[in-house]
């Protein structure tokens, strides 16, 4: 019977043994959390994008009719962008068209 009392007694000690590991746990882990998301992040996106971080795949303006483009779908040419091929060249062909400074 004594060794019950033990056993219920130990229960209760791991339990609040484990609250307050828990609780060191939780604190320990806000302090390295940024840190180690961090770490992650910087391997995967360029330097590019950081300009915004909320969008991995932020839109460019293409320069011959003005839709918006995913920046990873856009061509990019003589330094402006483009939603597709065929008006990066169409651009070319008039070089001082509405753009022009
Ligand atoms: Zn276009």
Redesign the pocket.
Known sequence: MRQLLLLIFVFFASQWLFKKLKRAQAAAGAQAGPQGAGATRASHGPAASRSAPQLPDPLVR?A??G?HTPKSEAIVAAGHR???TD?AQRYAAHPTGRDAR
Do not use: G, S
Request: net charge negative; charged share 10%.
């Open positions: 293409c011959e009719c839709v483009f939603c597709c008006h």
